[in-house]
């Protein structure tokens, strides 16, 4: 199976069979868990807290003791309201429901949720590509507490018992529900980034996929080119990674792909990524939604947020990522897709470059050096007008790209102008005789190479011409530039010809 | 007997809540329970139209609590209580061997 990063009909992607030929598509939904960024519980008074001794940050009402009764944290609603009206969504009057099952991560037996009218409905997240992928609801949970598996192996299959910290269990959490318009593993990744920064900017979470507070599960499909039916899905679980979602969603495409072109069926199931194998592996048979026998919590009252409340939340709401790359792509004249765009959001440095361009430094320069010279920590104290100084120092010819990186590197460093830190640094434009003396004699060095280079065919005049910049660019320190390196290449071909 | 629910409906739910019942009891249960579904049938049989499901007994909505730290209660004598303890957990049978 191959797959293409090539785009059919737009924003679709394919899967192309290696034994038939025929084209499938890949159709991803993304349900994220993520833990809430509060100072307490959920329903009690118990530090949410990661890290701490097993046990420590426990009370009546997350252990599940009898005749203790839950109350709603204030800052979790906030919370989930930023969340969701920064995902688009309508908040809605909401009621809790338990959701009634035996494993001891829940003290209980039953994990408060909310069941059939969620806070959060009907929104959705854009793409840094244009994809819009629809939310169909954002809801809060408690979370569980942590089960470690002893004896036996060691792993969960095989244990002989398991040892309970309660410390997580009742800690916040908001569940995503995202619509299955995802259609490439890359742009799965590409809407956790997406979503990661949401929660980020809104303060919800601290969004750390190591440590467990972003968690994603996979629902993943294929169906056959054209084909407007969704097929039949298998949940993927334990992604611990933005690699494994990747993998796991490749991985799981060809399985299915591979199943369906022998004729056989794909069985709804709940599936666990092996990242060691690189594999999925058929988990726990889904119980049926009945099963879990919601009801709604009749401990805890409706919640209906006030239209003031709402209101106030939508007024500091801060710009998000996509705003964000809409008014730097207006600044720079670049499109919103662009990486520089993309990237500069991404690493927080788009108020620099939107400072720098203001300065007068070029938009398209200005970003290029955000996306490969500028890392997101460091960066943020450069000056926008010795920033926009360099750009002008490059665009005006007087610096080589090579040297403005070498500039760059050290205004990080001392905060210097670029002109003084030149100058320091003996960077001087080459003059173009100067140049071209060097380049006449190395071409006089290779005859060789030198006459590949005139007559060979596309591919080994590519090769051959980043053996000439090589030896130009280290005999001159990498004071010459690279245009007028290439553009001086061409013009000896030409005349040799 | 209510022909609403089966000895077999008990007997599964019975099943999803660890309830382990004689062959007595799933006849009682059943019987007992559907005495309740035929009250709750009772109350169906009325004309409803445009009345909300009552979630709460209480007109309340919003009972909401401010996002301070409470002290709980102390590990050694939360563990205490717990029939097996091991490296400051709780020690459980492990349970996905029951898992088809």
Known sequence: ?497 | MSARLTRDNVAKVADLARLDLTEADLDRYTEQLSAVLDHAEDVASLDLDGVPPTSHPLPLVNVLRADVVVEGVDREEVLSQAPSVEDRRFRVPAILGEEP
């Open chain 1, 1 to 497: 199976m191959t797959l293409t990063h090539e785009p059919i009909e737009g924003e679709h992607f394919i899967v192309a069979s290696e034994s038939t030929g025929d084209e499938w598509e890949i159709v991803v939904g993304l349900e994220v868990h993520c833990e809430l960024a509060t100072v307490t519980k959920l329903f009690c008074g118990c530090p949410n807290m990661f890290g701490d001794e097993p046990n420590t940050n426990v009370c009546p009402v997350c252990l599940g003791l009898p005749g203790s009764l839950p109350v709603l944290n204030e800052n979790v609603v906030e919370l989930a309201m930023r969340l969701g009206r920064a995902l688009q969504c309508s908040v809605e009057p909401s009621v809790f429901a338990r959701k009634n099952y035996f494993y001891p991560d829940m003290p209980k037996d039953y994990q408060v949720t909310q069941f059939d009218r969620p806070i959060n409905v009907d929104g959705w997240l854009d793409l840094p590509d244009g994809t819009r992928v629809g939310i169909e609801r954002a809801h809060i949970e408690e979370d569980t507490g942590k089960n470690s598996h002893a004896g036996g192996s060691g792993r969960i299959h095989g244990a002989d018992y398991s040892l309970v910290d309660y410390n997580r269990a009742g800690v916040p959490l908001v569940e995503i529900v995202g619509r299955p318009h995802i259609r490439h593993p890359e742009q799965a990744k590409t809407y956790i980034d997406e979503l990661r920064a949401i929660l980020l900017t809104t303060g919800a979470s601290d969004a750390k996929m190591e440590e467990g507070s972003l968690r994603v599960d996979a629902n993943v499909s294929v169906r056959r080119v054209g084909d407007t039916e969704l097929g039949t899905r298998c949940e993927v679980k334990n992604l611990n990674s933005l690699r494994s979602l990747g993998r796991a969603i490749e991985y799981e495409a060809r399985r299915q792909v591979d199943l369906l072109e022998s004729g056989e069926r794909i069985k709804q199931e709940t599936r666990h990524w092996d990242e060691g194998a690189g594999r999925t592996r058929a988990g726990r048979s889904k119980e049926e939604a009945e099963d879990y026998r919601y009801f709604q919590e009749p401990d805890l009252v409706p919640l209906v947020p006030s239209a003031e409340w709402i209101a106030a939340i939508d007024a500091a709401m801060p710009p998000l990522p996509a705003a964000r790359r809409e008014a730097l792509a207006v600044a720079s004249g670049l499109a919103v897709t662009e990486s520089g765009v993309v990237i500069a959001v991404q690493r927080d440095l788009d108020q620099l470059a939107l400072a720098t361009i203001a300065a007068g430094g070029d938009g398209r320069r200005v970003l290029t050096h955000v996306e490969h010279n500028l890392s997101g920590e460091g960066s943020a104290g450069l000056d926008p007008a010795t920033f926009a100084q360099l750009v002008g120092l490059e665009l005006g010819g007087q610096l080589t790209a090579t040297q403005v990186k070498t500039v760059l590197a050290e205004m990080l460093v001392s905060g210097r102008a670029p002109d003084v830190i030149a100058a320091e640094l003996g960077f001087e434009a080459m003059d173009s005789s100067e140049l071209e003396g060097v380049v006449d004699g190395l071409i006089a060095e290779s005859p060789e190479e030198w006459s590949d280079f005139c007559t060979g065919d596309d591919k080994k005049r590519a090769k051959l011409q980043g053996f000439f910049t090589g030896k130009i660019m280290k005999a001159t320190k990498g004071q010459a530039d690279g245009k007028a390196v290439a553009v001086l290449l061409e013009s000896r071909r030409v005349e040799s010809l």
